[in-house]
């Protein structure tokens, strides 16, 4: 069941593609906006361009169906969840390190005020 709201061919090819390469490309991609200091919505944009890459190659390589609202849908979440905690984790890093003076770390996500 699981496996039909996924991907249509098989539970490991959605691992490889979709959260691997696809989810691998989009924290990378998170990554590069958050280090030019670009805002967090380009993430949601990349990862709409990525969801498109990411089922061309569920089709060219495993066979999979190119044209899928449903299966794109699904890529491009998960390319976009991975691209925004790339792009949350280093802006969290940037906040502490630039402004080391002003703000400590809070988690791996966050950061908080320093208290006076």
């Known amino acids: 069941m699981i496996v039909q709201l996924i991907d249509e061919n098989s539970l490991p090819i959605f691992l490889l593609v979709s959260i691997v ?3 691998g490309a989009s924290a990378l991609a998170g990554r590069a906006i958050a280090r030019t200091w670009r805002p967090w919505w380009q993430v949601v944009a990349y990862s709409f361009l ?4 990411v089922r061309f190659i569920h ?13 794109y849908l699904v890529d491009t979440a998960v ?5 925004l905690l790339g792009f949350r984790a280093t802006r969290a ?24």
Do not use: D
């Open 21 to 23: 390469l696809g989810g």
């Open 50 to 53: 990525l969801g498109v890459a």
């Open 59 to 71: 089709f060219s390589v495993f066979n999979g169906t190119l044209l899928s609202a449903h299966y």
């Open 79 to 83: 390319c976009m969840i991975f691209g």
């Open 93 to 116: 890093a940037q906040m502490v390190s630039q402004y080391r003076w002003l703000n400590e770390p809070a988690g791996f996500l966050r950061w908080r005020r320093k208290s006076p």
